[in-house]
């Protein structure tokens, strides 16, 4: 998944003063080298396949009109979505940090709160509550409504660590409360605006379950469509190719919306917060925006889970099929989540203790695999394993191989965090002492990097725990996660016993979400 590098990397520390460089053991080097190189196996798969097809048959495929469809379909919804989503995130943020918005904690906790909702449960409610919401304008609703949060908290996180001396001297020159925030606030937000929309961006070429729902055709959902009905190799894959290229696309687009101005200052600013902004005569509309805000991404879920509950009484809580459903589900987030830990290990280390060209090429090899949907890294690995592997085809094995590729950037980004954190200078007394280099790694650094990797560990569970189209492609018969299980029943219209999988998957994501919250605050110093 796309799923949450520039968001962890707003509200996570990165560590501070300067970095004490170290020679690397080659192992380590060899191990980061590895999970380089294999997190570049989807990329590298789709152009392997598309060198095999032959231009004339890649060309065929690509260039016809069902892809110039979905290629509109999904421009469209980038270009309507994105913007939309920055104005109301960059609104609430300031009503919720820079006004005096009456209980603005409460609202600015309901605002973060939608991240616990799975895209696909948002589209669940909202079909169920209006059957007739279909196509292009069901689409920006409902994914302006799911993802929004992935812009909100960035853009509030930033707002709180903004120096007021620089309003304030604005100001004082005369410029009114609008053209401050224009010439003054919005420029410092540039940052976390681009990473915020990438972030929804991605999310939204990544999407499958929220956009069959409301029957919307994009990318994803073709690819996924071609590889259950007829398993067309070739076709799928240039569908993934141009996925990847639109993904791509977009982070080129970040990269050169971002710039390279400075928005770092030397010292701490001024020692105080910033005076909230009277709202006065606004201050009723406002609270009316952020209640319907409320209301549509957390009020139409809950009363929809809770209305299908309560029309399908006792009989839709079938504890034998939950409880194998749920287990099965902690079992692969678990898994999953250590084994991108493990992963993430290596290069998290050498990004800290021995940074370098090599490390800045292998990093970035890292990243790019969390940039594209996990419906690529799904085909690429289903391919792989019928062609040359047979045997580990729906097996154990490749579903964590596909989880761990697709949320290693989660784990990376904690650790990095957490390792920074750790005296190098204990790694080397314990050296100097004569433990071999691994125990002297493992008894100072890696241990004091545990709450992070902890917090690394949780991030990608919870995304594994609400992931539906690798897992629905890659694992194995007999499995039945959370997610599958609701998408069955909701497939079947049967939407009172897809409910309980749905509440139970949110009521898992609120814990984590509330973490996310907090440490935004805590990073701000609020």
Not at 333 to 356: C, D, E, K, N, Q
């Amino acid at each position: 998944m796309p799923s949450a590098v520039d968001l962890a990397r707003s509200i996570l520390p990165a560590g501070a003063g300067r970095r004490s460089r170290q020679r690397a053991a080659p192992w380590i080097v060899l191990a980061a080298l590895l999970v380089s190189l294999v997190a570049l196996v989807p990329l590298a798969f789709i152009i392997w396949i598309a060198v095999q097809t032959g231009w004339e048959t890649v060309s065929a495929l690509v260039f016809r009109p069902r892809v110039g469809e979905l290629l509109v379909n999904t421009v469209l919804l980038v270009l309507i979505a994105v913007p939309i989503t920055i104005v109301l995130s960059v609104a609430l943020a300031w009503l919720t940090e820079r006004s005096d918005l009456p209980g603005a904690r409460v609202w600015a906790w309901l605002c973060v709160a939608p991240l616990a909702i799975p895209a696909f449960v948002h589209s669940y409610a909202w079909i169920t509550m209006v059957p007739g919401l279909h196509g292009l304008g069901a689409g920006v609703l409902v994914s302006v409504i799911a993802y929004f949060p992935f812009l909100y908290l960035p853009v509030s996180a930033a707002l709180r660590r903004l120096d007021p001396a620089l309003e304030d001297a604005a100001a004082a020159l005369g410029l009114g409360p609008g053209r401050v925030f224009a010439r003054v606030v919005l420029p410092q937000l540039r940052l976390a605006i681009c990473g915020g929309s990438l972030l929804v961006g991605l999310h939204l070429l990544a999407e499958y379950g929220l956009y069959v729902f409301i029957r919307f055709d994009t990318f994803t959902t073709a690819i996924v469509d071609q590889f259950q009905s007829t398993f067309n190799g070739p076709a799928a894959n240039m569908l993934a190719g141009v996925l990847v290229s639109c993904c791509l696309v977009l982070l080129g687009l970040e990269v050169l919306l971002r710039g390279e101005e400075r928005y770092a200052r030397v010292g701490s600013g001024a020692a105080r917060h910033q005076q909230r902004s009277r709202l006065g005569h606004a201050t009723l509309p406002c609270l009316l925006l952020l209640a319907a805000t409320a209301l549509l991404s957390l009020g139409v879920p809950f009363v929809t889970i809770g209305r299908w509950l309560a029309a399908g009484g006792s009989g839709v809580w079938r504890l034998d099929e939950i409880g194998l459903a749920l287990g099965q589900t902690l079992f692969l987030a678990a898994a999953g989540a250590l084994l991108a830990t493990v992963a993430a290990m290596p290069m998290a280390w050498i990004s800290i203790r021995a940074p370098g060209p090599l490390q800045r090429l292998l990093e970035g090899c890292n990243y790019i695999v969390g940039s594209l949907p996990g419906v690529v890294i799904a085909l690429a690995l289903v391919t792989i394993t019928v062609r040359v592997a047979l045997p580990l085809y729906q097996t154990l094995f490749t579903i964590l191989v596909a989880y761990a590729l697709m949320f290693l950037p989660r784990a990376l980004v904690s650790l990095r965090a957490s390792i920074a954190q750790a005296p190098v200078e204990l790694e080397r007394a314990a050296s100097s002492l004569g433990r071999p280099p691994l125990k002297a790694l493992w008894s100072t650094t890696i241990r004091l990097s545990a709450p992070g990797a902890a917090a690394g560990m949780a991030l990608v569970a919870l995304g594994i725990m609400n992931e539906l189209t690798a897992t629905q492609m890659l694992a194995p018969n007999g499995t039945r996660t959370l997610a599958m299980a609701f998408w069955s029943y909701s497939g079947e219209i049967d939407y009172a016993s897809a409910a309980p999988y749905a509440l139970i998957m949110v009521a898992m994501s609120m814990p984590l979400t509330w973490l996310l919250y907090v440490q935004s605050k805590r990073m701000a110093g609020r």
